[in-house]
């Protein structure tokens, strides 16, 4: 079969999560050794591994059809792409990452303004530049190529503009958090010409939608239980779901099977509260996609 698209995976820290992401929505990507070629079980598919602070770039010159990257780094190098669907999710939580400015715990900067004059290490360097020139800050915006947080250790840096996700790495550098500048998340882009291909823009488009299910099924679990007539009321009452729940009477018996679709975050609280309303053989399994 003839391959119909180019994808970029992207390497790095989201490599896994990504490979993991593909797998719950159908598609299974093998990343042999060294090879920036990865093999995955969709003859319609070519794989490539593509840094995600270069994906955008190659994305909008067509060496690749289609990848995952940050907001971010769309935004860094303002590349003109398609943006198909937002996805978010990351190494550590399924939440936006953010990128902040920060500074020494004991630094007397506190505001944006005291930052005139200063040096600031950062990944994001263009991004950094527009960012300040925009508020008429005059800054020294330095290339990071990692431990950036270390920087303002050293006394290479007066501030940084780092991302975060939960601060820990931000407080463990002795660091205080000055500023918020872009809230990010993983994004499917697509070459405007490829987007604009009826077959490649099909391909495409179903990724995003099996993508966006397993996305939203990581957020969900199915709970099954048996439950006696008498207690079917006041069991339904406690059940959160996408819609009613299922419930269908046990084969000569005055009990009920009751299925239902909860968010795991309230799982752990219901479940107790299902025991002590009658509820028996509860059972809790993961979902793959939700559609």
Known sequence: MEKIIKLGIPKGSLQHATIELFKKSGWRINVNGRSYFPDINDESIECALCRAQEMSINVESGTIDAGLTGLDWVAEH???????????????????ARWIIAVGNE?????????????????????????????????NVKFSWGATEAKIVTGLADAIVEITETESTIRA???????????TNTQLIANKKAWENPLKREKIEQIALLLQGALKAGKLVMIKMNVPENRIARIVGLLPSLNAPTIASLY????????????????RDLIPKLLNEGAEGIIEYPLNKVL
Do not use: C
Not at 173 to 183: A, P
């Open 173 to 183: 550098h002795n660091l205080r958090v000055i500023h918020e500048i872009m809230e």
């Open 107 to 139: 630094s007397p900067i506190k505001t944006l303004e005291d930052l005139e004059g200063k040096t600031i290490s950062t990944e994001l360097v263009k991004f950094t530049q527009r960012f300040f020139k925009e508020r008429g800050i005059n800054v």
């Open 252 to 267: 000569q018996s005055d009990w009920f099977s009751v299925e239902t679709v909860v968010d795991t975050s309230l799982v």
């Open 78 to 96: 303002e590349s003109d792409v398609h943006v198909v669907s937002d996805l978010i999710y990351s190494k550590v939580s399924a939440r936006p």
